[in-house]
T-cell receptor
């Protein structure tokens, strides 16, 4: 039982490049979310999903896309990376509404 | 505008002392209030959580106090230990399971 797995752990991108951050969970959780963590700002919700095929925007969705084709996977796509997207990204999953969210180890992204 | 406001930003406590972190919110639709603990290089992990129908919840040395009328909640860490040194985040979630986090409190427990 691996929990929530994020890949890669570190990534450096050039401005304008695109990439996908991977997130997978093996706990059969319906709810999955993506957050970014910036110093002094806590974690901010980017996108979330309440089940396969269902996604919605969080607080800071601009510049990011998501899809949820399976229960296990919830990838986050950066369409055209900008320096403002330099951050640590966390994926989380939970079994149902308002229960414990399990977080991955994070992806540290630097856009130069 | 930050939905959940957390204070203090940092806290230094002596071993054996009490650590207190406070949070306030505005949205009365929030119905779940967890606290997360994060160590450097790791993802946050749930510490303790409360729902608005109770005013206090205790788990070991950790207690959440919840004041629904004031829209405030706080984390108390009794008998603080050096191993408790970490960053703590309060959070609140709404009907759609959207979580809003406070800005974090970096706790340093001095031996």
């Amino acid at each position: 039982n691996a929990g929530v797995t994020q890949t890669p752990k570190f990534q450096v991108l050039k401005t304008g490049q695109s990439m996908t951050l991977q997130c997978a969970q093996d706990m059969n959780h319906e709810y999955m979310s993506w957050y970014r963590q910036d110093p002094g700002m806590g974690l901010r919700l980017i996108h979330y999903s309440v089940g396969a095929g269902i996604t919605d925007q969080g607080e800071v969705p601009n510049g990011y896309n998501v899809s949820r084709s399976t229960t296990e996977d919830f990838p986050l796509r950066l369409l055209s990376a900008a320096p403002s997207q330099t951050s640590v990204y966390f994926c989380a999953s939970s079994y149902r509404r308002n229960t414990e969210a399990f977080f991955g180890q994070g992806t540290r992204l630097t856009v130069v | 505008q930050q939905q959940v406001k957390q204070s203090p930003q940092s806290l230094i406590v002596q071993k054996g002392g009490i650590s207190i972190i406070n949070c306030a919110y505005e949205n009365t639709a929030f119905d779940y209030f967890p606290w997360y603990q994060q160590f450097p290089g790791k993802g946050p992990a749930l510490l303790i959580a409360i729902r608005p129908d109770v005013s206090e919840k205790k788990e070991g040395r950790f207690t959440i106090s919840f004041n629904k009328s004031a829209k405030q909640f706080s984390l108390h860490i009794m008998d603080s230990q050096p191993g408790d040194s970490a960053t703590y985040f309060c959070a609140a979630s709404d009907n759609f399971n959207k979580f809003y986090f406070g800005s974090g409190t970096k706790l340093n427990v001095k031996p």
